[in-house]
């Protein structure tokens, strides 16, 4: 299983970035997806994940109304599309698949099987 997460960059504070992680799974709407980021000297931390089955999404209190998640089943693609980013926004953006539906769990890292490479978001004027 590979993962990649494309998309990153340096943008302006107040900008936009969209991400997107691409799946070499052929069932692919079976796996949950989340974005996670982690910024230097910090720990991983949980941005927002899109369960299967139910596509809910779900998004951490930091990004909540800035940030949108979805997917595309059928190219096996999560983009994750950024609005109204701020410096604290600037992270390595990680994203990660597990097999089945989530909900309380999809927020943890040890949740997830399956982890991409990462890509850098700068935010920065």
């Known amino acids: 299983v590979q993962l990649q997460a494309s998309g990153g960059g340096l943008v302006q504070p107040g900008g936009s970035l969209g991400l997107s992680c691409a799946a070499n799974?052929?069932?692919?709407?079976?796996?949950?997806v989340g974005w996670f980021r982690q910024a230097p000297g910090k720990e991983r931390e949980f941005v927002a994940g899109?369960?299967?089955?139910?596509?809910?999404?779900y998004y951490s209190d930091s990004v909540r109304d800035r940030f949108t998640i979805s997917r595309d089943n059928v190219k096996s693609t999560v983009s994750l599309q950024m609005n109204n980013l701020k410096p604290d926004d600037t992270a390595t953006y990680f994203c990660?698949?597990?097999?089945?539906?989530?909900?309380?769990?999809?927020?943890?890292?040890?949740?997830?099987?399956?982890w991409g490479q990462g890509t850098l978001v700068t935010v920065s004027s």
């Open positions: 899109i369960s299967s089955r139910s596509n809910s999404p």
């Open positions: 799974l052929h069932t692919f709407s079976m796996y949950t």
């Open positions: 990660a698949a597990d097999w089945g539906p989530k909900s309380r769990n999809i927020y943890f890292t040890k949740t997830y099987q399956y």
